[in-house]
C-alpha cells in the first residue's frame, strides 16, 4: 500500500530535519524533567504528555511536536520547521523499568503520520531515516521503523544502526487493537497542528468582518432571498 | 479483536488510579448539583453536560475527565493523572425515573476508549477494574464493563461485586446503532484532550516565532524557489 | 440499521424541546437579519453561516445551534436546553429563488445526528417530531424528516402535515455524495459542541495545574524511571 | 460515486467567486513572501503553512482560505464570501527546482473538499470552473481538477485552457496513499473552518449562561432525579 517512492522521498527532503528535531527534543525533555537543573527561559514552559505503551521488552511512547515560523520582512509568517510526531523507545531493564538514558528516538513527519492512520488490518509500512543526509556523515547511522500486522494488532519496531559506535539497537513493541485506535485518533487530531493548519484557521478568528471588497452581494441576496 | 492482554495491563498500571478519579468524581458531582451546599473554591467552575442514554431498566451517562498536570522544578509540565471517560451507570426506579443514589461509576482509560472506538458492529469487548488494586483490599471489589452486540446496536452492560458489602449490581443498557455513533464520534473528539494532547497543541499557539535557530534555510529557499 | 426505538424514544424525550428551540431559532433569525430591525442586546452578536443545498424544487441548509447551559447555586453549570442541528427547507419559486417565507424548520437531536453520521451507503432513516407533544395540542402539527438512499447519493425530504391549518408541506431535496461528506464531516465536527463537551474540554486549559493532592508519584517515578 | 451534476452545480453558483479568490490568493502571497515589499496593513499578519507533494515534472500545494463575513444593520455576522482550499500547481523546471511564476491555482469549494475525502480507493473525480462564468469572457478560460486512481495513490491533474492567450497548462503529480491520507485528514479539519462553522461553534465559549427561558427544569429534574 505505502510504495517504495515514500522511502526516497523521505530521504531526499527531511532526513537532517528530523535529525536536529531528534536532538533538540532529546535535549529539551532532558533538560525539563530534571529537577536539579534551574531551567532558564524557553523550556520552562513545555508541556510533556506522551502517549506511553510499555510492554515486556520495551516501551514506546508518541508526542507532538509543533512546527517553527519565520517572519518575513512583509510581516507575514511562513513554516520554518515542520513539526513532527515524536516517538521514542525504551528497552525494558525489569519488571516495569525502563532505560531512559538508551532511548531512540524517531520523528514522523506529516507524510508518515498519513501512513499510520491510513494503514489497513493486513497492511504494513517502513520507513527510512539518515540523520546525517546529505552531509559527509552520510550512511553512518540508518534507522528504521516498520509497523507489521499480528494476529491482535502491530508490532511498532525501530532499528538503529550506527556504523561508527558499531551499535544496533532493536526495539519491537506488540501493539493492540486498541492502543493502536488510540494512535490513529490521536495522531489524526495533532495532523493538522504539526502542519501548522491549525495557526491558519485560527488567524481570522479574533477578528470579525473581512478586509476583502465586498463582491458578491448578488449571491447573498440570492441565498437570502425572500 | 481486543486482546486479553488489555485486561491484565490495565488491571496492573491503571486500577488504583480509576478508583480514585471515580471517587473524587463522584464527590465533586454530588457537591457542585447540590443547590444547599455553599461551595467554596475548586467546584464553583465545573461544568457538567454529561451524554446519557437512558432506557427501561437503566440509564448511564459519559462525561469527560480531564488529565491533571504537575509543575517541575525546572517549570515544565507533565501529565500527573491521566484522564479519562467517566461511564454513570443508574437504575431505573419507575417510569422514566432512575436513582442516583444506587449510580456506580466506571472510569474508561484512553485506551478503553480506542477499544471502544475501535469496535466493529460484530465485536465485543470488556473491561476489568478492581479499585483496591495493589492494597491489602485488592479482590473485594470487582467491576466490569462489557460492550457486547445486539441486532440494533450494541449491549452496554455493568457489573459491579463487592465481596464486603456482599453486593452485586448489574445494569444493563441496549444501545442503538445511532445513540453508539455519538459514543463513538464524541469519545474520538475528547480522546486527544484526555491524553492532555489538545494542552500540547496549544501551546505554542500564543506565540509566533520559535526558540529554535534558523537551520533550514536552504530547505525554505527551495521551497519557494522561483 | 436504525432501529424503531429511535422514533419512540425521541418522541417521548424531546419534541417538546426541540419545538422551543424551532420558535427560538426561526425568531432569531428573522431578527438578525432584518436591516430595518435596530438590534438590542442579544441578538446582535449573532453568526450565520449555514451549509446551504440548493436543487431545483427546494433547498435546505444546516446550522448549529449550542447548548445553553445554567448556573446551580454550587457554581457549577449544567445543560439546561441541549443543543442541535437546525435544518430548514424553502420551497423553489422560480430559478434559484427560493421562498423563505415558507420555510419549515427541523432540529436534529444529538442521537439524531449520530444516525446521520452512521448512516451507510443503501441506509435511510427517518425521525418523527410531534412539536406539541405531551401539550393538549399533541397531535396537531406533525414533523418527518427522511434520508433515504438514491443512485448517487441521498433524498432528505422534510413532510409537515398541520391538521389545524389544513396545511401539508413537503421538501424534497436530491443530496450528491459529495454535498451529504459534507454534511457528514460537519456534523461530526459540531456534534461535541452540541453536546457541550467543547466547554468540558475547555475547562481547565487556563489553568496550570490540578488541585486534586498529588496522589500517585509513585507511578510517575515509573513512567520516568531514570 | 460524484455524479455528473456537481460539474454544472459548480459552474452554476461558484465559478466567479472561486475566480476572485484565486486573484487575491495570488496578490496576496506574492506581497507576504516577497521580502523587498514594506507590507502595510492587512497582509502582515498572513500565515503561510501549505501541504506541499513534490514530485518529478510538477508540485502542488494545499492550503485553506477562510471565510469572511459581514456584519448586518442587526450585528448580526452572515458569510459573505465562502472559504476554500486552494490548490497551487508549479511546474518542474530542473532537479527539486519549481517555477512558481507559472503557477496556476484552483480553489476547491466546501462541496468539492467533500468530495476529496468521500473518494474511495477506486473512484475518481473531477470538477470545472470558469473564471468568467456568468460574465462576457464566459469561457476564454476553463480549468479542469482530476483525482484519478493508480497503483499506490492517486493523479491529481490541473489542465488551465485560455482561449485568449492561446494557452494551454498541464500538471499531473502521481500522490502517495499517505499523502492522499494526510490531504483528507487536513481537508476534513479545514472543512468547517472553511465553512464558518468553527465561528459558530465558538461564539458563546466566551459567556456562560444562555439567555433563553429556563424552559425545561422538569427535563432537567427528571435528568438529576434523585
Known sequence: ??????????????????????????????????????????TSDRIFAPYSVYKGKAAFSLSPCLPTFTKLDSGALVVDRHGSIMMSFMPAIGERKYDWEKRQIFALSATEVGSLIAIGPQDSCEFFHDPSMKSSNAGQVRKSLSIKPHSNGYFVSLSVVNSVLNTKDNFSVPVTTAEFAVMKTACSFALPHIMGWDRLTNQQSSGTVSFQPKMNSQILDLEWEK
Chains 1, 2, 3, 4 share one sequence.
Open 1 to 42: 500500500m505505502v510504495p517504495k517512492m515514500l522511502k526516497f522521498s523521505r530521504m531526499l527532503h527531511s532526513s537532517s530535519r528530523n535529525h536536529l528535531l531528534e536532538v533538540l527534543y532529546a535535549r529539551d525533555f532532558s533538560t525539563a524533567t530534571n529537577n536539579n537543573y534551574s531551567a532558564k527561559g524557553y
